[in-house]
Protein backbone atom coordinates (compact mmCIF):
# COMPACT_ATOMS: atom_id res chain seq x y z
CA UNK A 1 0.00 0.00 0.00
CA UNK A 2 1.10 3.28 -0.94
CA UNK A 3 1.41 6.43 1.31
CA UNK A 4 2.22 9.97 0.91
CA UNK A 5 2.72 13.04 3.04
CA UNK A 6 1.59 16.94 3.02
CA UNK A 7 2.56 18.69 5.83
CA UNK A 8 0.72 22.68 6.08
CA UNK A 9 1.87 25.22 8.57
CA UNK A 10 4.22 27.35 9.74
CA UNK A 11 7.16 26.08 11.72
CA UNK A 12 10.20 28.34 13.83
CA UNK A 13 12.54 25.34 13.40
CA UNK A 14 16.18 25.51 11.23
CA UNK A 15 16.91 23.71 8.54
CA UNK A 16 16.38 20.08 7.81
CA UNK A 17 17.11 18.18 4.88
CA UNK A 18 15.96 14.92 4.18
CA UNK A 19 15.16 14.60 0.24
CA UNK A 20 15.31 11.47 -1.74
CA UNK A 21 14.66 11.40 -5.80
CA UNK A 22 13.26 8.48 -7.68
CA UNK A 23 15.70 5.97 -9.26
CA UNK A 24 12.77 3.52 -11.02
CA UNK A 25 9.11 3.12 -10.07
CA UNK A 26 8.23 -0.02 -8.38
CA UNK A 27 6.78 -0.23 -4.54
CA UNK A 28 5.61 2.45 -2.79
CA UNK A 29 7.88 4.26 -0.82
CA UNK A 30 8.86 7.61 0.50
CA UNK A 31 10.53 11.15 -0.64
CA UNK A 32 10.81 13.43 2.28
CA UNK A 33 11.77 17.06 1.86
CA UNK A 34 11.33 19.28 4.71
CA UNK A 35 11.80 22.80 4.44
CA UNK A 36 11.58 25.21 7.91
CA UNK A 37 11.78 28.59 8.79
CA UNK A 38 9.90 31.35 10.64
CA UNK A 39 6.65 32.52 8.31
CA UNK A 40 7.29 30.17 5.77
CA UNK A 41 4.75 26.81 5.14
CA UNK A 42 6.63 23.73 6.17
CA UNK A 43 6.06 21.16 2.84
CA UNK A 44 7.02 17.30 3.57
CA UNK A 45 5.96 15.19 0.11
CA UNK A 46 6.14 11.57 0.33
CA UNK A 47 6.07 9.92 -3.39
CA UNK A 48 6.50 6.58 -4.75
CA UNK A 49 9.19 4.77 -5.67
CA UNK A 50 11.11 1.83 -3.57
CA UNK A 51 14.88 2.62 -4.70
CA UNK A 52 15.82 6.36 -3.85
CA UNK A 53 19.13 8.59 -4.04
CA UNK A 54 19.75 11.81 -1.58
CA UNK A 55 19.44 14.70 -4.06
CA UNK A 56 21.46 17.67 -3.48
CA UNK A 57 19.57 20.69 -1.03
CA UNK A 58 19.71 23.14 -4.44
CA UNK A 59 17.75 20.38 -6.27
CA UNK A 60 15.42 19.62 -2.60
CA UNK A 61 14.63 23.60 -3.03
CA UNK A 62 13.65 23.28 -6.81
CA UNK A 63 11.57 20.04 -6.07
CA UNK A 64 9.85 22.28 -3.06
CA UNK A 65 9.03 24.97 -4.83
CA UNK A 66 8.19 23.80 -8.27
CA UNK A 67 4.53 24.25 -8.75
CA UNK A 68 3.69 20.65 -10.89
CA UNK A 69 3.32 18.99 -7.99
CA UNK A 70 0.41 20.68 -6.79
CA UNK A 71 -2.18 19.25 -4.19
CA UNK A 72 -4.47 16.81 -5.98
CA UNK A 73 -7.94 17.54 -5.64
CA UNK A 74 -9.77 15.53 -3.15
CA UNK A 75 -12.67 13.48 -4.75
CA UNK A 76 -15.60 12.87 -1.86
CA UNK A 77 -17.61 9.75 -1.28
CA UNK A 78 -16.51 5.56 -1.23
CA UNK A 79 -16.61 5.83 -5.31
CA UNK A 80 -14.47 8.82 -5.01
CA UNK A 81 -11.65 7.29 -3.02
CA UNK A 82 -11.76 3.99 -5.03
CA UNK A 83 -11.57 5.96 -8.58
CA UNK A 84 -8.70 7.58 -7.50
CA UNK A 85 -7.26 5.19 -5.25
CA UNK A 86 -6.07 6.80 -2.12
CA UNK A 87 -7.74 8.34 0.89
CA UNK A 88 -6.74 11.04 2.30
CA UNK A 89 -6.51 11.77 6.19
CA UNK A 90 -5.91 14.92 8.08
CA UNK A 91 -4.13 14.99 11.58
CA UNK A 92 -1.46 16.29 13.53
CA UNK A 93 1.89 15.32 14.63
CA UNK A 94 2.16 13.94 18.09
CA UNK A 95 3.12 10.28 19.74
CA UNK A 96 -0.38 9.37 19.69
CA UNK A 97 -1.40 9.74 15.74
CA UNK A 98 1.34 10.44 13.52
CA UNK A 99 5.42 10.44 13.87
CA UNK A 100 8.16 10.49 11.43
CA UNK A 101 10.82 7.84 12.31
CA UNK A 102 13.61 7.83 10.49
CA UNK A 103 11.62 8.90 7.16
CA UNK A 104 8.55 5.97 7.85
CA UNK A 105 5.27 7.11 9.29
CA UNK A 106 4.46 5.28 12.62
CA UNK A 107 1.93 6.41 15.10
CA UNK A 108 -1.57 4.56 16.15
CA UNK A 109 -3.96 7.01 13.89
CA UNK A 110 -0.93 6.21 10.91
CA UNK A 111 -1.50 2.37 11.81
CA UNK A 112 -5.34 2.19 11.66
CA UNK A 113 -6.16 4.52 8.85
CA UNK A 114 -3.39 2.32 6.85
CA UNK A 115 -5.72 -0.45 8.20
CA UNK A 116 -8.69 1.03 6.51
CA UNK A 117 -6.98 1.96 3.67
CA UNK A 118 -5.73 -1.59 2.93
CA UNK A 119 -9.50 -2.67 3.07
CA UNK A 120 -10.51 -0.21 0.84
CA UNK A 121 -7.88 -1.04 -1.56
CA UNK A 122 -6.14 1.91 -1.71
CA UNK A 123 -3.27 4.26 -1.14
CA UNK A 124 -3.76 6.48 2.11
CA UNK A 125 -2.39 10.22 1.89
CA UNK A 126 -1.79 12.31 5.13
CA UNK A 127 -2.18 15.69 5.57
CA UNK A 128 -0.85 17.12 8.94
CA UNK A 129 -1.73 20.14 10.46
CA UNK A 130 -0.13 22.19 12.82
CA UNK A 131 -2.86 21.80 15.48
CA UNK A 132 -6.52 20.29 16.58
CA UNK A 133 -8.62 23.08 15.04
CA UNK A 134 -6.73 23.59 11.49
CA UNK A 135 -7.75 19.71 11.67
CA UNK A 136 -11.70 20.10 11.72
CA UNK A 137 -11.77 23.39 10.03
CA UNK A 138 -9.95 21.26 7.27
CA UNK A 139 -12.43 18.50 7.23
CA UNK A 140 -15.38 20.16 7.04
CA UNK A 141 -14.48 22.19 4.22
CA UNK A 142 -13.49 19.03 2.20
CA UNK A 143 -9.89 18.87 2.01
CA UNK A 144 -9.64 15.22 3.26
CA UNK A 145 -12.21 12.77 3.89
CA UNK A 146 -11.37 11.41 7.45
CA UNK A 147 -10.34 13.94 10.05
CA UNK A 148 -7.99 12.05 12.74
CA UNK A 149 -5.89 13.85 15.13
CA UNK A 150 -7.35 11.57 18.21
CA UNK A 151 -10.31 13.35 18.60
CA UNK A 152 -13.15 12.44 21.45
CA UNK A 153 -16.52 12.77 20.60
CA UNK A 154 -18.31 15.20 22.19
CA UNK A 155 -22.02 15.93 22.70
CA UNK A 156 -21.76 20.13 22.10
CA UNK A 157 -20.68 19.00 18.49
CA UNK A 158 -23.56 16.51 18.41
CA UNK A 159 -25.94 18.78 18.50
CA UNK A 160 -25.47 19.91 14.75
CA UNK A 161 -24.64 16.99 13.64
CA UNK A 162 -28.04 16.30 11.86
CA UNK A 163 -26.90 19.73 10.11
CA UNK A 164 -24.12 18.20 8.23
CA UNK A 165 -21.65 20.02 10.12
CA UNK A 166 -20.14 17.25 12.16
CA UNK A 167 -20.14 13.26 11.29
CA UNK A 168 -18.51 11.02 13.44
CA UNK A 169 -17.43 7.89 12.25
CA UNK A 170 -17.55 4.78 15.16
CA UNK A 171 -16.01 5.22 18.36
CA UNK A 172 -12.43 2.95 18.67
CA UNK A 173 -10.54 3.81 21.74
CA UNK A 174 -11.65 4.90 24.87
CA UNK A 175 -9.46 7.96 27.47
CA UNK A 176 -10.15 10.06 30.17
CA UNK A 177 -9.62 13.39 30.22
CA UNK A 178 -7.01 14.43 33.17
CA UNK A 179 -5.79 16.91 35.01
CA UNK A 180 -2.10 16.96 34.77
CA UNK A 181 0.49 19.42 36.58
CA UNK A 182 3.99 19.91 37.52
CA UNK A 183 5.32 17.21 40.11
CA UNK A 184 6.37 20.09 43.25
CA UNK A 185 3.78 23.00 42.05
CA UNK A 186 -0.36 23.13 42.36
CA UNK A 187 -2.40 19.51 42.34
CA UNK A 188 -5.51 19.96 42.62
CA UNK A 189 -7.50 17.25 43.98
CA UNK A 190 -10.55 18.22 43.25
CA UNK A 191 -12.74 19.93 40.54
CA UNK A 192 -13.27 22.79 42.94
CA UNK A 193 -9.87 23.00 43.86
CA UNK A 194 -9.03 23.83 40.38
CA UNK A 195 -10.18 27.50 40.49
CA UNK A 196 -7.15 28.12 42.68
CA UNK A 197 -4.56 27.84 39.58
CA UNK A 198 -4.55 28.43 36.03
CA UNK A 199 -6.23 25.64 33.90
CA UNK A 200 -6.26 25.95 30.47
CA UNK A 201 -7.82 22.89 27.84
CA UNK A 202 -8.38 23.15 24.11
CA UNK A 203 -11.60 24.93 23.16
CA UNK A 204 -14.04 22.46 21.07
CA UNK A 205 -12.22 19.08 22.69
CA UNK A 206 -13.55 16.79 24.80
CA UNK A 207 -11.30 18.06 28.07
CA UNK A 208 -13.12 21.32 27.43
CA UNK A 209 -16.87 19.52 26.91
CA UNK A 210 -15.67 17.49 30.31
CA UNK A 211 -15.15 21.18 32.15
CA UNK A 212 -18.61 22.04 30.62
CA UNK A 213 -20.53 19.23 32.10
CA UNK A 214 -18.66 19.17 35.38
CA UNK A 215 -19.14 23.39 35.51
CA UNK A 216 -23.08 22.51 35.82
CA UNK A 217 -22.25 20.88 39.41
CA UNK A 218 -19.19 23.07 40.76
CA UNK A 219 -19.03 26.27 41.79
CA UNK A 220 -16.68 28.39 40.21
CA UNK A 221 -14.61 26.20 38.00
CA UNK A 222 -13.07 27.92 35.76
CA UNK A 223 -10.36 27.53 32.90
CA UNK A 224 -8.69 28.79 30.18
CA UNK A 225 -9.40 27.50 26.33
CA UNK A 226 -7.22 28.08 23.63
CA UNK A 227 -7.05 27.48 19.94
CA UNK A 228 -3.91 26.43 18.00
CA UNK A 229 -2.46 23.81 19.93
CA UNK A 230 -2.15 20.33 20.34
CA UNK A 231 -2.64 18.36 23.76
CA UNK A 232 1.28 17.31 23.87
CA UNK A 233 1.64 21.09 22.96
CA UNK A 234 -0.21 22.04 26.70
CA UNK A 235 1.88 19.72 28.53
CA UNK A 236 5.11 21.19 27.16
CA UNK A 237 4.02 24.79 28.55
CA UNK A 238 3.24 22.88 31.98
CA UNK A 239 6.56 21.23 31.91
CA UNK A 240 8.11 24.65 31.30
CA UNK A 241 6.35 26.42 34.02
CA UNK A 242 4.05 28.63 31.45
CA UNK A 243 0.98 27.53 32.48
CA UNK A 244 -0.48 25.20 36.44
CA UNK A 245 -2.19 22.58 34.65
CA UNK A 246 -4.11 21.23 31.68
CA UNK A 247 -6.79 19.31 30.93
CA UNK A 248 -5.88 16.39 28.20
CA UNK A 249 -6.50 13.03 27.33
CA UNK A 250 -5.18 10.09 29.00
CA UNK A 251 -3.49 8.48 26.38
CA UNK A 252 -1.58 12.14 25.02
CA UNK A 253 -0.65 12.39 29.45
CA UNK A 254 1.11 8.83 28.98
CA UNK A 255 3.34 9.71 25.96
CA UNK A 256 4.09 13.19 28.05
CA UNK A 257 5.13 12.18 31.08
CA UNK A 258 8.29 10.14 29.59
CA UNK A 259 9.52 13.33 27.81
CA UNK A 260 8.40 15.11 30.70
CA UNK A 261 8.97 13.20 34.08
CA UNK A 262 8.68 16.58 36.04
CA UNK A 263 4.48 16.07 34.85
CA UNK A 264 1.85 14.42 37.85
CA UNK A 265 -1.22 13.38 36.87
CA UNK A 266 -3.18 15.31 39.47
CA UNK A 267 -6.70 13.87 39.30
CA UNK A 268 -9.03 12.26 36.35
CA UNK A 269 -11.62 14.61 35.28
CA UNK A 270 -15.47 13.86 34.70
CA UNK A 271 -16.68 10.38 35.82
CA UNK A 272 -17.10 8.67 32.32
CA UNK A 273 -14.67 7.67 29.62
CA UNK A 274 -14.85 9.89 26.13
CA UNK A 275 -14.36 7.76 22.77
CA UNK A 276 -11.88 8.78 19.93
CA UNK A 277 -13.69 8.62 16.72
CA UNK A 278 -12.74 10.21 13.10
CA UNK A 279 -14.87 13.03 12.06
CA UNK A 280 -15.68 12.43 8.84
CA UNK A 281 -15.72 15.16 5.88
CA UNK A 282 -19.52 16.07 5.13
CA UNK A 283 -19.45 15.38 1.55
CA UNK A 284 -17.64 11.86 2.05
CA UNK A 285 -20.97 10.60 4.74
CA UNK A 286 -21.84 7.90 2.22
CA UNK A 287 -18.07 5.93 3.88
CA UNK A 288 -20.29 5.54 6.72
CA UNK A 289 -21.70 2.10 6.45
CA UNK A 290 -17.71 1.00 5.17
CA UNK A 291 -16.55 2.01 8.41
CA UNK A 292 -19.45 0.29 10.74
CA UNK A 293 -18.59 -2.50 8.84
CA UNK A 294 -14.85 -2.36 8.84
CA UNK A 295 -14.39 -1.36 12.72
CA UNK A 296 -17.19 -4.65 13.47
CA UNK A 297 -14.43 -6.53 11.65
CA UNK A 298 -11.73 -4.62 13.50
CA UNK A 299 -12.89 -5.26 17.10
CA UNK A 300 -14.27 -8.95 16.54
CA UNK A 301 -10.54 -9.96 14.78
CA UNK A 302 -8.40 -8.09 17.41
CA UNK A 303 -7.11 -5.46 15.24
CA UNK A 304 -7.95 -2.65 17.76
CA UNK A 305 -6.64 -4.85 20.88
CA UNK A 306 -3.11 -5.70 18.86
CA UNK A 307 -2.88 -1.58 17.74
CA UNK A 308 -3.34 -0.97 21.76
CA UNK A 309 -0.48 -3.17 22.66
CA UNK A 310 1.72 -2.15 19.77
CA UNK A 311 1.38 1.61 21.40
CA UNK A 312 0.01 1.73 24.32
CA UNK A 313 1.30 -1.30 25.83
CA UNK A 314 4.38 -0.41 27.71
CA UNK A 315 3.12 3.10 29.08
CA UNK A 316 0.85 1.62 31.23
CA UNK A 317 3.15 1.75 34.36
CA UNK A 318 5.07 4.81 35.62
CA UNK A 319 8.22 4.90 37.88
CA UNK A 320 9.39 8.78 38.16
CA UNK A 321 12.10 7.63 39.92
CA UNK A 322 13.60 5.15 36.88
CA UNK A 323 12.78 7.65 34.56
CA UNK A 324 13.87 10.61 36.15
CA UNK A 325 17.90 8.56 36.65
CA UNK A 326 17.86 7.64 32.85
CA UNK A 327 17.27 11.14 32.43
CA UNK A 328 20.34 11.91 34.06
CA UNK A 329 22.49 8.56 32.86
CA UNK A 330 21.90 10.23 29.13
CA UNK A 331 23.58 13.18 29.92
CA UNK A 332 26.25 11.16 31.96
CA UNK A 333 26.84 7.75 30.80
CA UNK A 334 25.30 7.44 27.57
CA UNK A 335 27.92 9.81 25.45
CA UNK A 336 30.58 7.89 25.35
CA UNK A 337 28.94 4.59 24.36
CA UNK A 338 26.69 6.39 21.68
CA UNK A 339 29.35 6.61 19.06
CA UNK A 340 30.05 2.67 18.94
CA UNK A 341 25.79 1.97 19.55
CA UNK A 342 25.57 4.21 16.44
CA UNK A 343 28.16 2.27 14.61
CA UNK A 344 26.98 -1.18 15.60
CA UNK A 345 23.12 -0.50 14.43
CA UNK A 346 24.58 0.77 11.13
CA UNK A 347 26.56 -2.48 10.78
CA UNK A 348 24.06 -4.57 12.06
CA UNK A 349 20.79 -2.89 10.20
CA UNK A 350 19.42 -2.02 13.68
CA UNK A 351 18.42 1.12 15.69
CA UNK A 352 20.15 2.66 17.23
CA UNK A 353 18.26 4.35 20.26
CA UNK A 354 16.34 0.80 20.25
CA UNK A 355 19.95 -0.68 20.68
CA UNK A 356 20.80 1.98 23.08
CA UNK A 357 17.92 1.70 25.06
CA UNK A 358 18.52 -2.66 25.17
CA UNK A 359 21.79 -1.81 26.55
CA UNK A 360 20.76 -0.06 29.44
CA UNK A 361 17.85 -2.84 30.49
CA UNK A 362 20.42 -5.01 30.08
CA UNK A 363 23.68 -3.11 32.41
CA UNK A 364 22.09 0.50 33.07
CA UNK A 365 25.05 1.10 30.68
CA UNK A 366 27.84 0.04 33.16
CA UNK A 367 31.29 -1.39 31.14
CA UNK A 368 31.43 -3.40 33.91
CA UNK A 369 28.57 -5.24 34.94
CA UNK A 370 28.18 -8.42 36.52
CA UNK A 371 25.35 -10.74 37.23
CA UNK A 372 25.18 -14.10 39.43
CA UNK A 373 23.91 -16.06 36.41
CA UNK A 374 27.54 -15.21 34.59
CA UNK A 375 26.19 -13.12 32.37
CA UNK A 376 28.91 -9.75 32.01
CA UNK A 377 29.48 -6.57 30.27
CA UNK A 378 27.36 -3.61 29.07
CA UNK A 379 25.12 -5.87 26.94
CA UNK A 380 25.32 -8.68 29.55
CA UNK A 381 26.57 -11.60 26.83
CA UNK A 382 26.88 -14.80 28.19
CA UNK A 383 30.11 -16.96 27.70
CA UNK A 384 28.72 -18.94 24.91
CA UNK A 385 27.10 -16.14 23.17
CA UNK A 386 30.01 -14.23 23.15
CA UNK A 387 32.21 -16.65 21.94
CA UNK A 388 29.41 -16.96 19.37
CA UNK A 389 29.79 -13.52 17.71
CA UNK A 390 33.78 -13.43 18.27
CA UNK A 391 33.73 -11.03 21.47
CA UNK A 392 36.53 -11.88 23.31
CA UNK A 393 36.29 -9.67 26.42
CA UNK A 394 32.73 -9.58 27.91
CA UNK A 395 34.00 -6.32 29.86
CA UNK A 396 35.18 -4.55 27.14
CA UNK A 397 32.25 -1.77 26.06
CA UNK A 398 33.13 -1.54 22.17
CA UNK A 399 33.69 -5.48 21.93
CA UNK A 400 29.78 -5.68 24.27
CA UNK A 401 27.57 -3.16 21.80
CA UNK A 402 29.20 -4.97 18.67
CA UNK A 403 28.64 -8.65 19.59
CA UNK A 404 24.89 -7.50 21.15
CA UNK A 405 24.33 -5.75 18.36
CA UNK A 406 25.38 -8.97 15.99
CA UNK A 407 23.37 -11.63 18.34
CA UNK A 408 20.53 -9.49 18.07
CA UNK A 409 20.47 -9.31 14.35
CA UNK A 410 20.53 -12.91 14.14
CA UNK A 411 17.50 -13.90 16.35
CA UNK A 412 15.54 -11.06 14.24
CA UNK A 413 16.32 -13.03 11.21
CA UNK A 414 16.32 -16.59 12.09
CA UNK A 415 12.47 -15.31 13.33
CA UNK A 416 9.81 -17.34 11.30
CA UNK A 417 8.59 -14.91 7.96
CA UNK A 418 4.91 -14.90 9.24
CA UNK A 419 6.63 -12.68 12.16
CA UNK A 420 7.39 -8.99 11.06
CA UNK A 421 7.29 -5.22 11.63
CA UNK A 422 7.38 -4.37 15.64
CA UNK A 423 5.92 -8.07 16.68
CA UNK A 424 9.49 -9.42 14.87
CA UNK A 425 11.38 -6.91 16.98
CA UNK A 426 9.56 -7.41 20.31
CA UNK A 427 9.59 -11.33 19.59
CA UNK A 428 13.89 -10.60 18.88
CA UNK A 429 14.60 -9.26 22.45
CA UNK A 430 12.22 -11.54 24.15
CA UNK A 431 14.51 -14.20 22.85
CA UNK A 432 17.42 -12.27 23.26
CA UNK A 433 16.59 -12.34 27.18
CA UNK A 434 15.01 -15.93 27.70
CA UNK A 435 16.51 -17.72 25.32
CA UNK A 436 15.21 -18.51 21.44
CA UNK A 437 14.04 -22.22 22.59
CA UNK A 438 12.10 -20.34 24.99
CA UNK A 439 10.32 -17.88 22.41
CA UNK A 440 9.47 -21.44 20.41
CA UNK A 441 7.67 -22.88 23.02
CA UNK A 442 5.72 -19.48 23.98
CA UNK A 443 4.92 -19.81 20.22
CA UNK A 444 3.74 -23.43 20.25
CA UNK A 445 1.67 -23.02 23.63
CA UNK A 446 0.10 -20.03 21.45
CA UNK A 447 -0.61 -22.03 18.46
CA UNK A 448 -2.18 -24.66 21.52
CA UNK A 449 -4.70 -22.02 22.31
CA UNK A 450 -5.68 -21.19 18.49
CA UNK A 451 -4.05 -17.93 19.04
CA UNK A 452 -1.64 -16.25 15.89
CA UNK A 453 2.07 -17.27 17.22
CA UNK A 454 3.19 -13.81 14.99
CA UNK A 455 1.74 -11.36 17.33
CA UNK A 456 3.64 -10.49 20.51
CA UNK A 457 0.45 -9.52 22.01
CA UNK A 458 0.15 -12.84 21.98
CA UNK A 459 3.31 -14.60 22.67
CA UNK A 460 3.95 -11.73 25.76
CA UNK A 461 0.21 -13.93 27.20
CA UNK A 462 1.95 -17.38 26.96
CA UNK A 463 5.80 -16.50 28.14
CA UNK A 464 4.57 -16.38 31.82
CA UNK A 465 3.00 -20.02 31.25
CA UNK A 466 6.69 -21.23 30.97
CA UNK A 467 6.45 -20.71 34.74
CA UNK A 468 3.61 -23.13 34.95
CA UNK A 469 4.64 -26.92 35.47
CA UNK A 470 1.41 -27.71 33.53
CA UNK A 471 2.56 -25.69 30.57
CA UNK A 472 6.14 -26.13 31.16
CA UNK A 473 6.00 -29.84 31.14
CA UNK A 474 4.86 -30.40 27.65
CA UNK A 475 7.34 -28.00 25.94
CA UNK A 476 10.84 -29.06 24.58
CA UNK A 477 12.55 -26.37 26.84
CA UNK A 478 11.00 -26.61 29.87
CA UNK A 479 10.56 -24.16 33.21
CA UNK A 480 11.57 -19.99 32.20
CA UNK A 481 10.90 -16.90 34.26
CA UNK A 482 8.66 -16.13 31.64
CA UNK A 483 7.57 -12.96 33.17
CA UNK A 484 11.03 -11.33 32.71
CA UNK A 485 11.48 -11.36 29.01
CA UNK A 486 7.82 -9.59 28.83
CA UNK A 487 8.70 -7.00 31.25
CA UNK A 488 11.65 -6.80 29.52
CA UNK A 489 10.68 -5.58 26.28
CA UNK A 490 8.23 -3.03 28.06
CA UNK A 491 10.99 -1.13 29.33
CA UNK A 492 13.14 -1.06 26.80
CA UNK A 493 9.94 0.61 24.84
CA UNK A 494 9.75 2.92 27.57
CA UNK A 495 13.30 4.09 27.05
CA UNK A 496 13.53 4.30 23.78
CA UNK A 497 10.26 6.49 23.69
CA UNK A 498 12.85 8.87 26.15
CA UNK A 499 15.12 8.54 23.90
CA UNK A 500 13.78 9.23 20.35
CA UNK A 501 12.37 12.06 21.98
CA UNK A 502 15.71 13.61 23.21
CA UNK A 503 18.26 12.71 21.06
CA UNK A 504 18.84 13.30 17.37
CA UNK A 505 16.53 11.55 15.46
CA UNK A 506 16.98 7.97 14.75
CA UNK A 507 18.74 7.23 11.52
CA UNK A 508 16.65 3.74 10.73
CA UNK A 509 13.47 2.38 11.16
CA UNK A 510 13.01 0.40 14.60
CA UNK A 511 12.63 -2.56 12.24
CA UNK A 512 13.64 -3.56 8.65
CA UNK A 513 10.83 -1.88 6.59
CA UNK A 514 10.87 -1.19 2.64
CA UNK A 515 10.24 2.50 2.06
CA UNK A 516 6.46 2.27 1.47
CA UNK A 517 6.23 0.76 5.62
CA UNK A 518 5.41 -2.26 4.92
CA UNK A 519 8.28 -4.90 6.55
CA UNK A 520 10.47 -6.25 3.89
CA UNK A 521 10.77 -10.46 4.39
CA UNK A 522 13.68 -11.66 6.85
CA UNK A 523 16.49 -13.47 4.82
CA UNK A 524 17.04 -17.07 5.24
CA UNK A 525 18.94 -17.74 8.61
CA UNK A 526 22.53 -17.90 8.16
CA UNK A 527 24.13 -18.72 11.02
CA UNK A 528 22.48 -21.05 13.98
CA UNK A 529 22.04 -19.26 16.93
CA UNK A 530 24.28 -21.06 20.20
CA UNK A 531 23.07 -23.86 22.22
CA UNK A 532 19.36 -23.40 20.67
CA UNK A 533 17.41 -26.28 19.56
CA UNK A 534 13.94 -26.54 17.59
CA UNK A 535 10.51 -27.55 18.71
CA UNK A 536 9.66 -30.54 16.85
CA UNK A 537 5.90 -28.30 16.55
CA UNK A 538 8.30 -25.61 15.44
CA UNK A 539 10.16 -27.36 12.70
CA UNK A 540 8.05 -24.09 9.83
CA UNK A 541 9.48 -21.97 12.26
CA UNK A 542 12.92 -22.51 11.62
CA UNK A 543 11.95 -21.96 7.66
Known amino acids: MGLSVEKFGTLNCGLRWLVMSKKRKSATGFALGFLAASSVAALLIFSQSSNWSVSSPVDAVSAMLDPEPAEPPVSHGLEGIRADGELVVLTVASPTTFRDRAGIATGYEVDLTSELAEAMGV ?38 EEEGEVIFGPAYKNVRPVAVCSRGGPAPNSLSAMSDYEVVAIRDSGAEATLEVAAQSVDELDWRSVDGMTGYGLL ?19 FARRQFPELMRSMMVGSEDRQLAWEIAPQSRDILPFLSDWFETAHQDGLLTELDE ?70 MLTR ?19 GG ?24 MAAYNVGYGHLLDARTLARRQNLDPNRWSNISRMLPLLTEREYHSTVRHGYAR ?11 REYDEVLTANVEAPERPPFRMDNAGVPIPPPEPATPLPQEVMNDEDEADAG
Not at 148 to 159: D, F
Not at 236 to 254: K, L, P, R, Y
Not at 482 to 491: A, D, F, I, K, L
Open 384 to 402: PTAREVGVTDRLDPEQSIY
Open 482 to 492: GYEPVRYVRRI
Open 405 to 428: AEYMRRIYERLPDGVSGYDRLWMA
Open 310 to 379: RHYGHLNEFDYVDISTFYRRIETRLPQFEPTFRDAAREEDLDWTMLAAQGYQESHWEADARSPTGVRGLM
Open 236 to 254: TDVAEGDIDCAIVDSNVAQ
Open 123 to 160: QVRYKIYDDFNAVLEAVRNGEGHIAAPGLTQREIRMEH
